[in-house]
């Protein structure tokens, strides 16, 4: 009997051998990256232990972190005083003359003479322009003869009328005859009265001739020369005069804000506005409120203010914009600091007060503002604050004093304002500006 042999395949032996054999160990070539990675994070940690990251936290502290280390932080100071406050109201006006006249021709003819100069100061009476009188002295002359005549026909008229009511007293006339003359006489006199009207008519006209000022102002630029053509009511004018003084200054005022103006007004408190410049960095003028339009503007929810300006030196310019600030009221005897002395967390203000080198974070309550200046309770006058360097300084904070800070004069210049509206306050070292 044969031997018999069983064949196996290598293919399959290998593949059942595989199926079997127990998973490849994880390649371990990338480990040294990590022990890089983890190095690199231990020396950062040691950095920060050591204080590395401790002068940058510092730096970047709010006014509640901890600050201040490292030696007394140098600061510089301000001192609460105290004063008066006055509540303003701001806005802009304009410059608006009481009367402004534009000077046109009432008679046609040839410019003669031009007596004024350009931007001259003139009184009222002083003489402006001379037109061609001449026609108009010939139709005057005219007229009178005219009158003359027409006086000597009525008084031959009267005459015989006297000459007729002798006669008709004495029936050598018939009645008639008596009641025509009364009326021929009649007849005359509206003729002599109309000739008396013409006459008067171009005494006017020939007056016209000769123009004059008719305020006491400023003369603008010259606008005609002499031989230029000019016509009776036209529309250009030959010269535009300007009062100077006094000069008024109109303005608006929130709806919302009448009702304390009305209420000092009543009183008959006399009420001071200060016109500034445009930068709000000097006051032009002082003058009063005069009055106060009758209705309120629909459009805008303002009314209109005019307020009085002596412009002794001609400060004020007519159509010039300016900001103005309405002292409604005066508060006395406010413990007052500088605005950037003030501090705030949220709805929380404080200030610094220094003793001894020493701050101390004082809470306090802000009042009126303006000119940089608060008026603030829970300080005194007298006081001492820190007026800089405040994400270095925290409660119980060393320092030393740079400079001290220089406080507004008793004369309260003020050279801010808010925008139109807007309740604004003064201050002053015991007065009132």
């Known amino acids: 009997m044969p031997d018999h042999h069983t064949e196996t ?22 480990r ?65 003359p009481v009367y402004t006249v534009s000077v046109t021709a009432q008679v046609s003819g040839v410019i003669q003479t031009v007596h004024y100069r350009e931007g001259e100061s003139i009184r009222k009476g002083d003489a402006l322009i001379d037109i061609d009188p001449r026609p108009y002295q010939a139709q005057l002359e005219q007229a009178q003869g005219a009158l003359e005549r ?3 026909l009525l008084a031959q008229a009267q005459m015989d009328y ?5 006669a008709w007293q004495k029936n050598a006339i018939p009645r008639q005859t008596y009641e025509d003359q009364e009326k021929v006489v009649q007849q005359l006199q509206g003729t002599v009265k109309n000739d008396e009207g013409t006459v008067r008519y171009d005494q006017v006209q020939l007056a016209f001739c000769h123009i004059t000022s008719p305020i006491t102002g400023r003369v603008g630029l010259r606008l005609v020369d002499p031989g230029n053509l000019v016509t009776a009511n036209g529309t250009t004018a030959l010269v535009v005069i300007t009062q ?34 445009r930068q709000m960095t000097h006051k032009i003028a002082n003058g009063d409120l005069a009055t106060i339009d009758n209705q309120i503007d629909t459009t805008t929810g303002t009314v209109r203010l005019r307020a ?68 603030v309770e829970g300080i005194k006058s007298g006081d001492v604050l820190a007026d800089s360097s405040f994400d270095k300084l925290q409660d119980d904070s060393k320092v030393t004093i740079a400079n001290e800070k220089q406080q507004p004069s008793g004369s309260g210049q003020h050279q801010h304002a808010g925008p139109p509206g807007q309740r604004q306050t003064h201050t002053g070292a015991g007065k009132a500006q």
């Open 9 to 30: 395949r290598p293919d399959v032996d290998t593949a059942v051998e595989n199926q079997y054999a127990p998973p490849p160990r994880p390649r371990r070539r990338h």
């Open 32 to 96: 040294w990256v990590w022990v890089v990675v983890l190095a690199a994070f231990a020396l950062l940690a040691w950095w920060i232990l050591r204080g590395g990251g401790h002068q940058a936290a510092t730096n970047q502290a709010g006014p509640g972190g901890r600050r201040g280390f490292g030696g007394p932080v140098p600061v510089t100071t301000a001192t609460a005083t105290t004063g008066n406050l006055g509540i303003y109201f701001n806005a802009i006006g304009t410059v608006t």
């Open 150 to 152: 027409d006086q000597n």
């Open 162 to 166: 006297e000459r007729y009511k002798t």
């Open 244 to 277: 100077m003084q006094p000069m008024t200054i109109i303005f608006t005022l929130s709806e919302d804000n009448l009702a304390d103006v009305l209420a000092e007004t009543r009183k008959g408190k006399r009420l001071i506005v200060e016109a500034w410049d």
């Open 308 to 375: 009085n300006f002596s412009n002794s030196k001609d400060e004020l310019f007519p159509n010039q914009f300016v900001n103005t600030r309405l002292l409604v009221r005066t508060v006395e005897n406010q413990t007052i600091a500088p605005a950037s002395a003030i501090q705030h967390n949220g709805d929380q203000a404080f200030v610094y007060v220094i003793t001894n080198n020493q701050v101390k974070m004082t809470p306090v309550k802000t009042g009126v503002t303006d000119n940089g200046m608060t008026a």
